[in-house]
């Protein structure tokens, strides 16, 4: 069926380098797909999305987009912050509502 | 801040006790999901509403049960609580029903529940 698969953590960086999560999906059809974030002791909440094929969605310094030849919808930021310490989720909205484990990242000073 | 209000913040209880969870959605939302999450097994989907019905089920125990009243709050029941049942409880809403297709989920902050 529809599904995501993330890149498992943990990933640890140094403030200021280069992050790439990877996602990819397998789904029939451009679904929308979603990049959510979840902060210690917080719940989710949405970093970006794309609604279609080629879409670019950015928010925070974060960017991800929708490449439909290679099915992906990677997570990059150029400069990564103490802050950016969280769990990052890849989302396909659908029936099933599977949400997959998440990939921590800790960003060190 | 989401617009999503849940509460208690914390709860603490007993096993074989029971327990209500309350979820209000962001002002216009018509669905409203419940999850939960442990530390080793992710972010569990167990049930959503929309507009008072129930509209999917996920991995819910028949332990727990939900509704979603005419004011569209919700109420997530816990009962007969284990040690196990102890997690994260998250509720989210969004503005409608189908699957979620191209539908932002808005989360609350979640209920803590602890259960010694």
């Known amino acids: 069926g529809d599904s995501v698969t993330q890149m498992e953590g943990p990933v640890t960086l140094s403030e200021e380098a280069f992050l790439t999560i990877n996602c990819t999906y397998t789904a029939t059809g451009y679904p929308s797909l979603f990049w959510y974030v979840q902060y210690p002791g917080e719940g989710l909440q949405l970093l970006l999305k794309?609604?279609?094929?080629?879409d670019k969605g950015s928010n925070k310094g974060f960017e991800a987009t929708y490449r439909k030849e290679t099915t992906s919808f990677h997570l990059e930021k150029g400069s990564v912050q103490v802050s950016d310490s969280a769990v990052y989720f890849c989302d396909r909205p659908g029936q099933n509502f599977v949400f997959g484990p998440g990939t921590r990242l800790s960003v060190l000073p | 801040d989401s617009g999503v209000t849940q509460t208690p913040k914390h709860l603490i209880t007993a096993t074989g006790q029971r327990v209500t969870l309350r979820c209000s959605p962001r002002?216009?939302?018509?669905?409203v999901y419940w999850y939960q999450q442990s530390l080793d097994q992710g972010l569990q989907f167990l049930i959503q509403y929309y507009n008072g019905e129930e509209r999917a089920k996920g991995n819910i125990l028949e332990r727990f049960s939900a509704q979603q009243f005419p004011d569209l709050h919700s109420e997530l029941n816990l009962s007969s609580l284990e040690l196990g049942d102890s997690a994260l409880y998250f509720c989210?809403?969004?503005?409608?029903?189908?699957?979620?297709?191209?539908?932002?989920?808005?989360f609350g902050p979640g209920t803590r529940l602890t259960v010694l």
């Open positions: 794309a609604t279609k094929a080629d």
């Open positions: 989210a809403s969004s503005v409608g029903s189908s699957g979620r297709v191209g539908d932002t989920q808005y």
């Open positions: 002002s216009g939302d018509l669905s």
